[in-house]
């Protein structure tokens, strides 16, 4: 496979889920994008909290996403 321009976040996640692939040993995968998801963005949250000194408001805005989002996404992942 040709890949072209991926940065080195993207490089990451496409090494891992070959790995995944690769380890199932013939074994049927199974709900392969929610277990990238939620292998990603709890820590994707995690730091941006950290970055923003814990302001809620910062936190989102770095992510992109709404602040009501970020709160629900910290109580997914319990996160304080």
Do not use: W
């Not at 996640?13 to 049927?28: I, N």
């Not at 009501?68 to 319990?78: F, G, P, V």
């Amino acid at each position: 496979m040709n890949v072209i321009n991926e940065n080195e976040i993207a490089l990451c996640v496409r090494k891992a889920v070959e790995a995944y692939f690769q380890d199932l040993d013939g074994e049927k995968p199974c709900q392969i994008y929610e277990m990238v998801i939620r292998s990603v963005e709890k820590p994707l949250v995690e730091i941006a909290m950290h970055y923003a000194q814990g302001n809620q408001s910062k936190a989102a805005e770095l992510l992109g996403i709404n602040r009501n989002t970020l709160r629900n996404r910290l109580i997914k992942h319990q996160i304080r």
